[in-house]
């Protein structure tokens, strides 16, 4: 067995740290009577997006990968495979409110898919991989243990700890989300600062232009699965769709950290494909919130006043003259 370079320990560490952390903090954020009843309220919404994201995306991630973009090296092609199968990304709720949609679906739909990705990923991963890469191989449990024990395991004792002692959820919340905030930008930018080389050798392969596809791909079947629900609500529209363009940086990094992590093109592929998706769905999201906002435009209180002060005194009808 070799040594990893103290480095990519660094990297793994802060990126195992993100998991553990985000997932105690989504479950001490979760609010189990309310997203059960969102879902119940809109299980067309929550099953068709389970079909889309863990069918229809994964077979043109990989169409795409074997057709369009077969020139690129294999290792990346496993990492966009990885991404397809991580469904429910952690920050979907925070987008939907950027774009002034609806969060509360969102927060029901990360849930669902984070919790579909734990059961499909291990039994599909192995398979996509020997689509793309005849020279990876990767059993099932390989990918089922991280998610059980890093990600699963985690998210329940949030949840548990928020049913046990709900007075001090709240103060555990505050700094558990930041503290794994700040560990995902560390992971990222000590990936940077680790594979900086490899990031330069793949821009000449179409993989940046691969990345660039994926969250489009993903816009693209969550403006499908809103038309086939046949959903006119624009918060809801809104928040299916970026939860379903945006994958799940948890399992994705967990895969990287432990069945790949001798394979540094998958974690490459991974960072690219997630930092120009958070981008790319931003720039919508900005877009939406921007669209919305003449309507919800508040006029401000100095100017209500002058409108309420210059407004003509309503007729009080006439009046008796009195001595």
Same mark, same amino acid.
């Given at each position: 067995m070799t040594t990893l370079p103290t480095i990519v320990v660094v990297v793994n560490g802060f990126g195992l740290l993100f998991v553990i952390l985000n997932s105690f903090g989504l479950g001490l954020r979760l609010p189990i009577g309310k997203l059960l009843a969102q879902f119940f309220a809109h299980w067309q919404i929550a099953v068709w997006a389970v079909v889309?994201?863990?069918?229809?995306?994964?077979?043109?991630?990989?169409?795409?990968?074997?057709?369009?973009?077969?020139?690129?090296?294999?290792? !990346?092609?496993?990492?966009?495979? +990885? &991404?397809?199968?991580?469904?429910?990304?952690?920050?979907? /709720? #925070?987008?939907?409110?950027? =774009?002034?949609?609806?969060?509360? !679906?969102?927060?029901?739909?990360? +849930? &669902?898919?984070?919790?579909?990705?734990?059961?499909?990923? /291990? #039994?599909?991963?192995?398979? =996509?991989?020997?689509?793309?890469?005849a020279q990876l191989h990767v059993s099932v449990w390989d990918v089922a243990w991280p998610l059980l024990l890093f990600l699963l395991l985690p998210l329940a004792l949030g949840c548990a700890f928020r049913l046990w002692w709900p007075d001090l959820a709240p103060h555990v919340r505050r700094w558990v989300v930041p503290l794994a905030i700040l560990c995902l930008l560390l992971n990222v930018n000590f990936t940077f600062y680790a594979f900086w080389n490899l990031f330069v050798q793949t821009w000449d392969t179409g993989s940046y232009i691969a990345a660039v596809a994926g969250p489009f791909i993903g816009l693209g079947c969550g403006y499908l699965l809103v038309s086939l629900v046949g959903v006119h609500d624009r918060g809801i529209r809104h928040a299916a769709e970026i939860t379903t363009a945006i994958r799940n940086i948890g399992p994705m990094l967990l895969v990287t950290i432990f069945p790949f992590g001798a394979f540094p093109l998958v974690t490459v592929s991974i960072t690219i494909l997630n930092s120009i998706g958070i981008v790319v769905v931003l720039v919508f999201a900005l877009a939406w919130r921007h669209a919305v906002a003449p309507a919800g435009r508040r006029v401000p209180a100095d100017r209500a006043a002058t409108k309420r002060e210059a407004a003509p005194e309503p007729s009080r009808g006439p009046t008796l003259a009195t001595d």
């Open positions: 889309i994201n863990f069918f229809l995306i994964p077979l043109l991630f990989i169409g795409y990968l074997l057709t369009i973009a077969s020139s690129i090296p294999g290792q !990346i092609k496993v990492g966009f495979c +990885v &991404a397809a199968l991580s469904a429910g990304m952690p920050f979907a /709720p #925070l987008l939907a409110r950027v =774009a002034k949609a609806n969060a509360t !679906i969102a927060a029901t739909l990360l +849930v &669902a898919l984070t919790a579909v990705t734990i059961i499909v990923m /291990p #039994l599909g991963l192995p398979l =996509a991989v020997a689509a793309v890469d």
